[in-house]
């Protein structure tokens, strides 16, 4: 599932019925309701795909995924919030699945990283996609081999941050961040004590660490605009 900038919508592909038969509906959520879209062309059933949408193009990118007791896929697929068109890339990733997929705003293209292929293997390969071709990545640095993590592009720094997923027989909660494509890939150690929280907004007083932990999150107000916390990594 990912948002369709062009259509400012989200769109659904695949899945798995609770009959366990490999599904390849279209569905699109407009912010209250479902609609099933009916195009000519789709890609064949599948589930666990990387999908993300891709707001340089304002299409929706599909990418690899599995059958039940079937092939593992290696397409490209684009929804333009119409129909769905196959890409024919050169170069692709293998075979897939469960690879996390996100839209890279600083190079305005789509990141996706590792996944699992035949046999399970987990794989850790870095692959960017910019509209109409897939280039791997060799960083000097890069995770370990991992699928089903969490991946997300972070507008504050303008980076992609990766956190956990499965990999090598194990649950995995360690945090990477993919600067730039110039750049390697490289762990992210958080800053465990903060000194101070400055909120900026129409409300332009201080906030102790202890203050900001009482108002939780969710529960700051909305006239504070902005956020800058000063403190030391230890």
Not at 101 to 124: C, E, I, K, N, P
Not at 130 to 156: C, E, I, L, V
Not at 160 to 186: E, K, M, Q, Y
Request: glycine fraction near 12%.
């Amino acid at each position: 599932m990912a948002y369709g900038p062009a259509t400012g919508t989200v769109v659904l592909f695949g899945g798995a019925s609770t009959t366990s038969h490999t599904l390849r509906g279209t569905w699109v959520w407009n912010g209250t309701t479902w609609a099933k879209q009916a195009p000519a062309t789709k890609p064949p059933a599948r589930l666990l795909a990387s999908m993300a949408g891709d707001a340089a193009t304002g299409n929706v990118v599909l990418f690899g995924g599995s059958q039940l007791d079937g092939p593992l896929l290696r397409g490209t697929w684009v929804w333009d919030g119409t129909t769905w068109t196959q890409q024919a890339p050169a170069t692709s990733p293998p075979a897939l699945w469960g690879a996390p997929m996100t839209y890279d705003a600083a190079t305005r293209s789509l990141v996706r990283f590792g996944g699992a292929g035949s046999h399970g293997l987990q794989l850790r390969g870095t692959w960017v996609w910019n509209g109409t071709a897939w280039t791997k990545r060799t960083p000097a640095t890069s995770p370990p081999a991992r699928f089903a993590a969490s991946m997300a592009y972070d507008a504050a720094t303008g980076n992609v941050v990766l956190f956990g997923g499965a990999g090598g027989g194990h649950v995995l909660n360690d945090t990477w961040v993919w600067a730039l494509a110039s750049r390697p890939i490289r762990p992210h150690h958080l800053c465990p004590k903060v000194d101070h929280v400055t909120v900026t907004g129409q409300n332009r007083r201080p906030l102790r660490p202890e203050r900001v932990q009482r108002l939780g999150r969710s529960r700051i107000p909305l006239q504070h605009s902005a956020m800058r916390f000063r403190g030391r990594c230890s």
